[in-house]
């Protein structure tokens, strides 16, 4: 027994000899490399893609595209906020892959392609030191006609009134007409302030303490110290109230593509079906 243990072992070493001789043999022909990984399919719809619109409509658009980028990490968005007007013209003359606007389409504009992405709210807003929280639509309608010129009068300590409104083309004015006037033409004093930039709005409104503007109803907005967005005949302009239909001055923001469904881009149409599925849907109705 001992005889046949020996001999099994002696077999079992030249075996083992064998394997590793013909490791050794193939390592040299292959000169020591690994054999190299399948190479990963590249992304069809990878590349930049480059995108202007409006501020109010951001939010939602950033929230999409943040999602669908997750799905396709080699799609790269860039997003420009411009106004209304430029983002409709770059989208319809091909300047930019899609845009995104808070407003229905004027008569006068070029026929573009709309998908409904949420909607855009707009609000009232004033310097962070003025008490009030709260405007009746009469009182706003007032406040821009002239005819209240001091916040005491609507019982604040902020002193003179100082109104800014934004360019007649904003969306973010023209859904505060609409609300504020309804069908009558809006009224406003000579001593009203135009501005033609979200941006220079809130400068302006932190500025004066009586200063009154309105602004987008945004996460963003809500959360600068140096205004403070107020409620209107009651209603407070939240998020969730925006969302659930509590806060009514609103409107719908779309994305924006180029009539001609042949000049729309493979990546941006997958983008569009996103939107349209029930994922894109969901981020849509949880903003």
Not at 49 to 69: C, D, E, H, K, R
Not at 135 to 142: E, K, R, S
Not at 256 to 277: C, E, H
């Amino acid at each position: 027994m001992v005889g046949g243990d020996v001999l099994d072992i002696r077999q079992w070493g030249r075996g083992v000899g064998i394997l590793i001789a013909a490791l050794l043999v193939f390592g040299a022909c292959t000169g020591g490399s690994v054999l190299p990984t399948p190479a990963k399919t590249k992304d069809p719809l990878a590349g930049d893609y480059v995108a202007s619109g409006a501020n109010g409509a951001n939010p939602q658009m950033t929230a999409l595209i943040t999602a669908f980028s997750r799905l396709h990490p080699g799609v790269n968005f860039q997003l420009n906020d411009i106004d209304t007007e430029t983002s409709v013209v770059n989208v319809s003359t091909g300047d930019v892959d899609f845009g995104y606007i808070g407003r229905d389409l004027r008569s006068t504009e070029p026929k573009i392609t709309l998908t409904p992405i949420g909607i855009t709210g707009s609000a009232m807003a004033v310097n962070a030191a003025n008490p009030i929280t709260n405007l009746t639509t009469d009182q706003t309608a007032n406040m821009y006609a002239g005819q209240i010129k001091d916040w005491s009068e609507v019982g604040s300590t902020a002193g003179p009134v100082k109104a800014f409104r934004r360019e007649a083309a904003s969306s973010t004015r023209t859904t505060i007409e609409s609300y504020v006037w309804g069908s009558a033409t809006p009224a406003y004093s000579a001593d009203v302030q135009e501005i033609f930039e979200s941006a220079d709005t809130i400068k302006a409104l932190g500025a004066f303490k009586g200063s009154i503007g309105t602004v987008t109803l945004s996460a963003k907005n809500l959360k600068d110290t140096t205004m403070k967005l107020i409620g209107m005949d009651g209603a407070q302009p939240t998020l969730a109230n925006l969302n659930n239909g509590t806060w009514k001055i609103s409107k719908v923001s779309y994305m924006t593509t180029n009539g001609d469904p042949t000049k729309v881009k493979p990546a941006i149409k997958a983008f569009l079906d996103f939107i349209k599925s029930p994922a894109g849907q969901k981020i849509i109705t949880g903003l």
